[in-house]
């Protein structure tokens, strides 16, 4: 365990209590040589259908420990107090993009630049390096969670989910749609655990009698109206964050990022302690934001589920509850950073001036598929007008039987 420093504090003041960081680097790794387990080759990668990592030499399949009991700790999540950091979740420093490796097999030094990779070859005796040193720019998390779905696989639920939708795509998007050019990529997650009490307070109506005005052209009721206050003890499991900012931002008039988080949730109990071979032949995006940022989007989410945890002892109010005021006090965190498989097929359509890209993601675990295609408005319109059309025809029909 090791804690960081305290830079700038007024030496009058005591200074703040540094945040408890779990080391989860992967000390087998850090000379940063994947070698094969059997023959010592470096030449490795994900195999998807079993989710481990293969020799592409012996063909020797290996896989990492999961890193959940490295995380976990001893006492229960009801016994989380203050922030908890995992190593590879630590606050990003702008200037920590370079690293230099040394390589081991004939000793060159190869410099590999983290932000835009995580892995490089010798130029002397073209060994792989990967970086398994957790650097604090956000390009090596804690953890990865691997490819289980194939790519063919994933193919299939995209050519799937867009033929569900073909009677009103966009005909240019039917002519482009070419699903084989899905990426596999990882995206950055924060996964959260969390002891938290929380407060509602609002107005509960229990209606005692309903009946109509005089000219039967509306519904007039009765009803008891009752304070209601709530409070609420719970813990949360694994809850998954976008940890990057681009991914995060919802511009619903200029991309569909949303469908990303449609496809949740992911077993992240089965992710595994970092080794950038999972990520030979996939795409990866860098974390860049810290825990500080994510606090507002964690609170929201923890009053939602806030409201969902007192809703089962609001039922006796059969008008429903109108909540005024919530809070909720979060006693205890712990912070892990992950990289989650999704399989991503986009599109850029152009029509009238503007533009817009468009998703279908894929889980790259469990296959849950979702995203949006372009529609032709004129095929909308016209299938609008039609079903007028249809309706009025039964009303006339009504009418005059």
């Not at 850090?30 to 079993?50: K, W």
């Not at 005024?324 to 359509?349: C, D, F, I, N, R």
Request: aromatic content about 8%; charged content about 20%.
């Amino acid at each position: 365990m090791s804690a960081g420093a305290t830079t700038g504090a007024d030496p009058g003041e005591p200074a703040a209590p540094a945040e408890p960081v779990i080391n989860t680097a992967n000390e087998r790794l850090e000379d940063g040589v994947n070698r094969c387990p059997a023959c010592g080759a470096t030449e490795i990668q994900l195999r998807v259908s079993t989710s481990m990592l293969i020799c592409l030499f012996c063909r020797h399949e290996w896989a990492e420990a999961t890193i959940e009991p490295l995380v976990s700790g001893e006492g229960t999540l009801r016994d989380l107090t203050g922030t908890t950091v995992a190593s590879g979740a630590s606050d990003i420093a702008a200037d920590a993009g370079m690293l230099t490796m040394k390589c081991s097999g004939c000793g060159a030094e190869v410099v590999v630049n983290t932000s835009e990779a995580t892995s490089s070859r010798c130029h002397w005796c073209r060994h792989v390096l990967t970086v398994n040193e957790q650097m604090p720019n956000g390009a090596v998390p804690d953890a990865v969670l691997p490819f289980s779905l194939t790519r063919d696989q994933a193919v299939e639920n995209i050519k799937e989910f867009a033929g569900r939708r073909r009677r009103f795509a966009h005909r240019r998007f039917l002519r482009e749609f070419t699903p084989e050019n899905v990426i596999g990529a990882y995206l950055p997650y924060m996964v959260v655990d969390c002891n938290v009490s929380g407060d509602v307070q609002g107005v509960g109506e229990v209606e005692t009698r309903r009946f109509g005005s005089r000219d039967d052209s509306e519904t007039v009721y009765n009803a008891d109206v009752y304070r209601v206050d709530r409070h609420v003890d719970f813990t949360v499991d694994d809850l998954t964050l976008e940890s990057s900012t681009e991914r995060a931002n919802m511009r619903a008039f200029v991309n569909t990022n949303n469908v990303i988080n449609t496809i949740l949730p992911f077993d992240t109990k089965n992710a595994v302690q970092w080794n950038a071979s999972y990520l030979v032949g996939y795409s990866s995006e860098r974390r860049d934001a810290d825990v500080s940022a994510l606090m507002p989007s964690l609170e929201h989410q923890l009053l939602s589920i806030t409201r969902s945890e007192v809703y089962s002892s609001v039922s006796q109010y059969d008008r429903g509850v109108r909540w005024e005021a919530e809070k909720v006090e979060v006693h205890g965190t712990k912070w892990v950073s992950m990289y989650l498989p999704v399989w991503l097929y986009s599109y850029y359509h152009e029509e009238g001036g503007s533009a817009m890209v468009h998703y279908i993601a894929v889980n790259g675990r469990t296959g849950e598929t979702m995203g949006s295609v372009p529609v032709s408005h004129w095929r909308l319109a016209l299938a609008a007008l039609a079903t007028g059309s249809v309706v009025e025809a039964i009303v006339f029909a009504l009418l005059v039987a």
